[in-house]
């Protein structure tokens, strides 16, 4: 056989592994990293929660959704906030509207977490069950 440019005996090796030999090389290795990232936020669920501003997001959303009012939180976009507030009903929550910290909120942004604690863990009947 004469040595040429395709040839085999040319001293090139073809590549393992591109032509598909070793299919389950790589679904093992999508499998370990899957199981690991598992892992590691199981582990970090058991010690940690929500941040402290979470439920300002969340009764934010609602009002936003509900009431088309972004006074509590309105740095978030519109949308953002449309898109949390999806698996909320419109009787999640049943804030005081009537408490004068609501139209205060206007005039000082800083009324919002008092306003957002009552609403969300109060509402306007008292105590939550």
Same mark, same amino acid.
């Given at each position: 056989?004469?040595?040429? /440019?395709?040839? @085999?005996?040319?001293? /090139? =090796?073809?590549? =393992?592994?591109?032509?598909?030999?070793?299919?389950?090389?790589?679904?093992?290795?999508?499998?370990?990293?899957?199981?690991?990232?598992?892992?590691?936020?199981? #582990?970090?669920? =058991?010690?940690?929660?929500?941040?402290?501003?979470?439920?300002?997001? +969340?009764?934010?959303?609602?009002? #936003?959704?509900?009431?088309?009012?972004?006074?509590?939180? @309105?740095?978030? @976009?519109?949308?953002?906030?449309?898109?949390?507030? #999806? @698996?909320? +009903?419109?009787?999640? #929550? =049943?804030?005081?509207?009537?408490?004068?910290?609501?139209?205060?909120?206007?005039?000082?942004?800083?009324?919002?977490?008092?306003?957002?604690? /009552?609403?969300?863990?109060?509402?306007?009947?008292?105590?939550?069950?």
């Amino acid at each position: 056989m004469k040595k040429g /440019r395709g040839s @085999p005996a040319c001293g /090139r =090796r073809r590549r =393992r592994g591109t032509d598909g030999r070793r299919p389950w090389l790589v679904v093992a290795a999508c499998a370990a990293l899957l199981a690991g990232f598992a892992l590691v936020s199981w #582990l970090a669920v =058991r010690e940690k929660n929500a941040t402290y501003d979470e439920p300002l997001h +969340s009764v934010a959303a609602w009002t #936003l959704s509900n009431r088309h009012d972004f006074r509590i939180n @309105p740095e978030d @976009p519109c949308l953002w906030q449309y898109w949390a507030a #999806l @698996p909320q +009903s419109a009787q999640a #929550l =049943r804030p005081d509207f009537s408490w004068n910290v609501w139209d205060g909120i206007l005039g000082n942004a800083d009324l919002h977490t008092p306003w957002v604690v /009552r609403a969300a863990l109060f509402g306007a009947g008292g105590a939550r069950d």
